[in-house]
């Protein structure tokens, strides 16, 4: 503890003269860039390529808002110096010390979740890595008023552990079965639930399928607002078959003489789905239910199985339920946001007609709820523009606050508010922020205070991060992170320029964007390397600001690095978007050919020689299906990392959205058109790498190994990289992946 009692001497020195900490807000006096001064700008005379091994690891990771909103006014977050937590109220600018770091200190990488009142303190420690949101840690009660410890389920590794919003309370999940525990003079816990089954029966947690596919979150419980009651989801696995792997373990360790087999409950497109209840519960008695107040208790959107008909259905606590929207697409799938509640108003995210050729375009509309029907639409934000997601309702001043693009720009993000009577258009409130370099921000992100008081607007792009603190009229009053290591770290750098097109192609326009290397000339010929996802309803050219394997190959080797969102994209109408539906595989791929070639006979100073692709996941099955159908070689060679081969080994969730059932009646036709195992006759000739993770239990290595099977018995070379034991990111083999990458692209495009 000596070196903590030394640190803790210094650390008024340290809040008084460094405004730079990371976390350590800084209170903007006028409106002015504090960031400007000379010692920051004075820029090394010689600026030095990306090295390798900096776009992989940390040296280029930007830090963001490493803070909670806990209150109308007050931010919690931690000091990266010292390890306290500390509550900054943004009303007064004055900073308060809420935990000791001491209280902390000798637990395994600890984090903390404070009780209502900040009374109680959840400690969790010793993680261990669930599916790609889930983590299993121990947890521990810390009482601040005692300074006492208390055990969460005896010490074991619990998935979810979650306080209530109004009370010095809490449910935790322990073997798949929920439970109550409130600390008080006379703390109690309560079993809710008690037919959790490890592995198959689970209650509050989401089972694989529904963490990746629909909830994207570890918990699947919710409290009311007054903490009285808790909605949770029970997912049944009972039916869902399993896929086994292989764990290899520690070389030469003898706990691994023989692999471990793990197995996993996985639905694949047309197997059986897990089986999904809802339950609302009275926390004060657990065994009996009372009703709430109306007008609204509970809301669930239900989807049917491939889902492309969706409705909302509002629960009593009696399970009395009452149907209030219906919708079917016919042209595609529907994508699902959470009803947002408002007074006697409910607004609901749907696919509008937008008044141009591109079609319909995800709109918030407003309905007035009455007598159990929606009544008196109102589209809010109409037009040719999209809402990506809502972030809040500002219930005092009747405002929606929430991310979207106007038409023409999906490669941004914007932050824009609306008025809930319907009487104004939206108003962008970060188009005219401008980061430190003086570029307006044109990806944007917002966490917003309990009552919208307050928010921190997180800019990402084009520029490195940097987070204000703004209030309810959007005046910056405080910087909080400006990243002003990582912005010095960048300008002595070379950078790459850009060149954006619009290219036509099969009725639309496909978005195009080249990085080009610092040094570029147009009389000098260049290798081309595109970076391939095109998943339906997503884009692979976006605003924000990243220092990754492209500022390598493009600084470095002098590779052009290009981008393509063709047909299937996201933010540029229905049209386009639902061109892709039940034929993955088809059309998203022939525009990356389609759009390659053009820019080789377009541009001289493409090397049409030493043209290449890859991708990861979706986007190592599109590197995959561009080999084998691009007839007229436009690309010589390619790396898969952990790609779909086959979508008959996929998820049913993520799969059947997109593609329908695999029968004869529904569209196997359309499986197997787009079936790489199918198609490997294409890539003869052509230079082809297939990276997969043995551990990988989203896109399983049996995808690989499919490919594998198929290329080795039509004798096609290719070159195969596994990794033991490895997950689908690959997170703890990238010095080796990249080196693997780096020398390949070496060998193909001759750099």
């Not at 890595?129 to 947890?139: H, K, L, P």
């Not at 609901?348 to 709109?363: N, Y």
């Not at 792009?461 to 910056?476: C, L």
Request: aromatic share 12%; glycine share 6%; charged share 20%.
């Amino acid at each position: 503890m000596v070196l903590l009692s030394t640190l803790r001497q210094i650390k008024q020195y340290v809040f008084n003269i460094n405004d730079s900490v990371h976390g350590i807000p800084q209170l903007i006096d006028k409106d002015v860039n504090r960031y400007e001064s000379s010692e920051e700008n004075d820029q090394q005379d010689v600026k030095v390529p990306f090295k390798l091994e900096e776009t992989y690891g940390v040296n280029f990771r930007a830090n963001t808002f490493n803070g909670t909103w806990r209150t109308d006014t007050k931010i919690l977050y931690s000091d990266s110096i010292l390890g306290d937590t500390l509550l900054f109220d943004a009303a007064t600018g004055t900073t308060s010390s809420l935990l000791d770091f001491s209280v902390i200190a000798d637990f395994n990488k600890p984090s903390v979740s404070f009780s209502f009142d900040n009374s109680f303190v959840v400690i969790g420690h010793d993680y261990e890595s669930g599916f790609r949101y889930s983590v299993y840690q121990r947890c521990v009660v810390y009482n601040t008023k005692t300074n006492s410890y208390m055990e969460i389920a005896n010490g074991d590794r619990i998935p979810l552990i979650k306080w209530s919003p109004t009370r010095n309370a809490l449910i935790y999940v322990h073997e798949n079965d929920i439970y109550y525990q409130v600390f008080s003079d006379r703390s109690s816990i309560r079993r809710i639930t008690d037919t959790g089954v490890l592995d198959t029966v689970y209650n509050g947690v989401p089972d694989w399928v529904y963490e990746e596919e629909v909830l994207a979150s570890a918990s699947a419980a919710w409290f009311s607002p007054d903490g009285r009651h808790l909605a949770f989801a029970t997912f049944n696995d009972t039916n869902v078959r399993e896929i086994g792997m292989l764990r290899y373990g520690i070389p030469g360790n003898i706990k691994y003489q023989y692999p471990e087999e793990l197995k996993i409950k996985y639905p694949k497109t047309g197997s059986p789905n897990p089986v999904v209840s809802m339950t609302i519960v009275d926390l004060d008695n657990p065994f009996k239910l009372i009703n709430l107040e109306p007008p609204i208790d509970v809301a669930v959107t239900w989807t049917n199985r491939v889902q492309n008909k969706a409705q909302i259905v509002l629960y009593d606590t009696k399970g009395n339920s009452s149907n209030i929207y219906y919708e079917e697409e016919s042209e595609g799938w529907l994508r699902i946001l959470p009803p947002i509640f408002y007074n006697e108003y409910v607004i609901i995210v749907k696919l509008q007609d937008s008044g141009t050729s591109a079609g319909r375009f995800q709109h918030a509309v407003r309905f007035k709820y009455t007598a159990g029907k929606l009544i008196d639409e109102t589209d809010l934000t109409a037009g040719a523009k999209e809402v990506i997601s809502i972030l809040a309702v500002d219930h005092v001043r009747g405002r929606l606050y929430y991310l979207g693009n106007e038409f023409g720009a999906p490669s941004q993000r914007n932050l824009y508010s609306v008025q809930l009577n319907g009487n104004q258009k939206p108003v962008c409130l970060s188009c005219n922020v401008v980061s430190p370099e003086r570029k307006r921000c044109t990806y944007a992100y917002a966490y917003f205070s309990t009552d919208c008081s307050y928010y921190a607007l997180s800019c990402s792009g084009p520029d490195p991060v940097f987070v204000t603190i703004r209030n309810a009229d959007h005046r910056k009053v405080y910087n909080w992170e400006e990243n002003r290591s990582l912005r010095r770290k960048v300008a002595a750098r070379t950078q790459p320029t850009y060149k954006n097109l619009q290219v036509p192609m099969n009725g639309y326009k496909c978005n195009v964007k080249l990085s080009l290397p610092p040094d570029f000339d147009e009389k000098k010929r260049y290798p081309l390397l595109i970076n391939v996802y095109a998943g339906p309803n997503t884009v692979r050219i976006t605003d924000e600001a990243s220092f990754g394997f492209e500022s390598y190959m493009v600084t470095n080797r002098s590779v052009i690095y290009g981008r393509i969102d063709g047909r299937g994209s996201a933010y540029k109408g229905s049209k386009m978007l639902f061109e892709i539906y039940r034929r993955l595989g088809t059309v998203e791929i022939e525009d990356q050919i389609a759009v390659t070639r053009l820019l080789q006979e377009t541009y001289p100073w493409i090397d049409s020689s030493k043209t290449g692709i890859w991708g990861w996941s979706y986007g190592g099955f599109s590197t995959a299906m561009v080999l084998a159908t691009d007839r007229k070689s436009v690309f010589k060679c390619g790396i898969s990392v952990a790609p779909v081969t086959s979508w008959i080994y996929y998820d049913s969730l993520y799969t059947e959205r997109f593609m329908g059932l695999p029968t004869p009646e529904d569209n196997l036709h359309g499986y197997n058109h787009s079936d790489v195992t199918r198609l490997v006759e294409g890539i003869r000739g052509k230079k082809f790498m297939l990276i997969h993770g043995t551990g990988d239990d989203n896109v399983h290595y049996q995808q690989a190994m499919a490919l594998n099977r198929a290329l080795v018995d039509k004798d096609i070379m290719f070159e195969q990289q596994s990794y033991t034991d490895e997950a689908h990111a690959l997170s703890g083999v990238f010095p080796h992946l990249y080196h693997t990458m780096d020398r390949f692209w070496a060998n193909c495009l001759g750099y």
